[in-house]
C-alpha cells in the first residue's frame, strides 16, 4: 500500500503563489501517475492538474497557464506550482496516485486513482 501526504496549503492574497507537495511512502511513486484535485466548501471534488509516469502533463482549463505540475522521483515528491491565484481557487487540493498506468496518460478522473491524500487547505484573499 501506499502512503500519500500533502503539504503547503496555506493563505495566501490573490494575485500570489503558491507551491504544494505531495509525497508517497512507496517506491511505486516515481513511476505512479499522479495527479491533484480540489474541493471548494459545497462542491464536488474536481480535477486540477495530472503528470504521467513519463512526465506528461495535463491541466483543467480553470488553471491552464497558471498551475504547474511536477515531479521529482529522486525525492518521491509531486508538486503543484500555482501562480495568479484568485479567490476562486480557494479549495482542499488534494494528491491522488495510481498504481499503475500509462508511461503517457495524465490521467483526470477521480475513478483512475487508487490513493489519496489526507488533503490540505488553501485560501486566497481578496
Known amino acids: 500500500q501506499v502512503q500519500v501526504v500533502e503539504s503547503g496549503g496555506g493563505l495566501v492574497q490573490a494575485g500570489g503563489s503558491l507551491r504544494l507537495s505531495c509525497v508517497a511512502s512507496?517506491?511505486?511513486?516515481?513511476?505512479?501517475?499522479m495527479g491533484w484535485f480540489r474541493q471548494a466548501p459545497g462542491k464536488q471534488r474536481e480535477y486540477v492538474a495530472a503528470i504521467s509516469s513519463g512526465g506528461s502533463t495535463n491541466y483543467a482549463d480553470s488553471v491552464k497557464g497558471r498551475f504547474n505540475i511536477s515531479r521529482d522521483n529522486a525525492k518521491n515528491t509531486v508538486y503543484l506550482q500555482m501562480n495568479s491565484l484568485n479567490v476562486e481557487d480557494t479549495a482542499v487540493y488534494y494528491c491522488a496516485a495510481r498504481r499503475s498506468g500509462s508511461y503517457y496518460y495524465a490521467y483526470a478522473r477521480i475513478s483512475e486513482y487508487d490513493y489519496w491524500g489526507q488533503g490540505t487547505q488553501v485560501t486566497v484573499s481578496s
Open positions: 512507496g517506491r511505486t511513486f516515481s513511476s505512479a501517475p
